[in-house]
């Protein structure tokens, strides 16, 4: 169990930081679908990805001993969770995105919990200095 959640890990970071260099380059032309682009959505969709980046990095960073890291892991899940309720939020305010944008909404509801599970079952008990390093 460990292993495989080591690899999801690390294949969703590498994903990010994918995903992110590609908005870095080119800018909301990366996005599916999208829409006409401003310099301020350009703006803010560079500096979106400089953040998906830098969670694509965290993720590699858990996967490196991640039976320590059930707590970084736990609040990775929590961001993701919250992307994906902007998300459903957006669906419901104004219409739905493209399937495939659909489709990372479902991930990004699924895929939380599931992170949160398998990071409780590789866990070690965790002592003390693991949370308040000297």
Request: proline letters at 7%; charged letters at 15%; hydrophobic letters at 55%.
């Amino acid at each position: 169990m460990r292993r495989l959640f080591q690899g999801f890990l690390v294949m969703f970071g590498v994903i990010a930081i994918g995903i992110s260099l590609a908005h870095l380059a080119v800018g909301p032309e990366a996005i599916i679908g999208g829409s006409t682009v401003n310099p301020t959505s350009d703006g803010e969709d560079r500096f979106y990805a400089g953040l998906f980046g830098c969670y694509g990095v965290a993720l590699l960073w858990c996967a490196r001993d991640v039976e320590r890291k059930q707590v970084y892991v736990n609040v990775l899940a929590a961001v993701l969770l919250v992307g994906g309720i902007g998300r459903l939020v957006a669906l419901i305010a104004v219409g739905p995105p493209t399937p495939f944008f659909v489709a990372m909404l479902v991930l990004e509801l699924v895929l939380p919990p599931l992170m949160v599970l398998a990071a409780r079952r590789v866990a070690q008990p965790a002592a003390a200095a693991d949370y308040f390093p000297r």
